[in-house]
């Protein structure tokens, strides 16, 4: 990598356990270096010195309120001017869950909270969240962990920092069932069920987006070309001015009843797309492989 290149650096912070950990190890994993509850007084030193060396290795930073000389507002303006680099790139990562699941979360592991102070785990929750929201709010990147398991956060970073280079916008293309929630992390989010649905027909039911008989199914589905144009135009009209206001992810889902039919082929068929305009999405499947189940299908065809 070249030393005109910016040299890389990502700030993880965010609530006590809602997996800013987690998003460092896979970090590392990727060809990261990456530092955790690192005291915040050094971080320009430490700039300054990756900066002196022949490499532009990725950079991950952790730090939380159990950091050193944890000062949000500090932190934000410390942030802020070295955004203004040209030989930095400096995205923040916010770690995010609700106050109900991080309660869950400490009383099953019966751990005690950083800010609890003899209190109760929501107490310290609540002081938490009010210390840390200059950062939320100054965060690029928000991740909410409040219904993802430790393996789609995993997952979810794998996705965008695997490849992506400096000044490249980050695509996922995905498909999910409504019937087994919504995606939390969605920037834009398509409702496919308007299509006839491939799961009442017997010989299409076992079989997926993935496979040629459904796609030829939906292909000749009414209104299936037409709203799919509009989608694609629409996608590859916004995804320039996302990029150009410094967003640097997105993700895209497509959704249908179970997740198997509709919603696959579509975003199959997106990520092809708007892979021949130039982008390079991500395509994830949450649910091509559940069980095609009729009573999740009737609640919605």
Not at 56 to 71: E, N, V
Request: glycine share 8%.
């Amino acid at each position: 990598m070249g030393l005109s290149t910016p040299q890389k650096i990502m700030l993880v912070t965010g609530m006590s356990g809602a997996g800013k950990t987690t998003s460092l190890r896979v970090l590392e994993d990727l060809g990261w270096e990456a530092v955790d509850n690192f005291p915040i007084r050094l971080l320009r030193p430490l700039v300054e010195e990756v900066l002196a060396g022949d490499e532009r290795t990725p950079l991950a930073i952790g730090f939380d309120s159990r950091t050193r000389g944890f000062d949000p507002s500090a932190i934000v303006a410390i942030a802020k001017d070295l955004t203004k680099r040209d030989d930095l790139e400096v995205t923040t990562q916010f770690i995010d869950c609700n106050n109900s699941e991080l309660e869950r979360r400490y009383n099953e592991t019966r751990r005690r909270h950083p800010l609890a102070n003899g209190r109760t785990a929501i107490d310290g929750i609540r002081a938490e969240r009010d210390l840390l929201e200059p950062l939320r709010r100054w965060a690029d990147m928000l991740i909410d962990t409040s219904e993802l398991a430790t393996n789609e956060l995993q997952q979810f970073v794998r996705q965008n920092f695997e490849t992506q280079n400096a000044g490249e916008l980050a695509i996922t293309v995905s498909s999910f069932g409504f019937a087994r929630g919504m995606p939390p992390l969605a920037d834009l989010v398509f409702d496919m069920r308007f299509l006839d649905n491939p799961h009442w027909h017997p010989d299409l039911r076992e079989q997926t987006g993935l496979d040629e008989p459904v796609a030829s199914f939906l292909q000749q589905t009414d209104g299936f070309e037409e709203t799919f144009g509009r989608i694609r135009d629409l996608l590859i009209d916004l995804l320039p001015r996302y990029q150009a206001q410094g967003k640097s992810y997105v993700h895209i889902a497509f959704g249908c009843t179970g997740g198997r039919h509709r919603s696959v082929y579509t975003a199959q068929r997106m990520a092809q797309a708007l892979r021949e305009t130039g982008f390079a999405p991500t395509v994830t499947h949450r649910n091509l492989g559940s069980r095609a189940a009729d009573m999740v299908e009737m609640q919605t065809a």
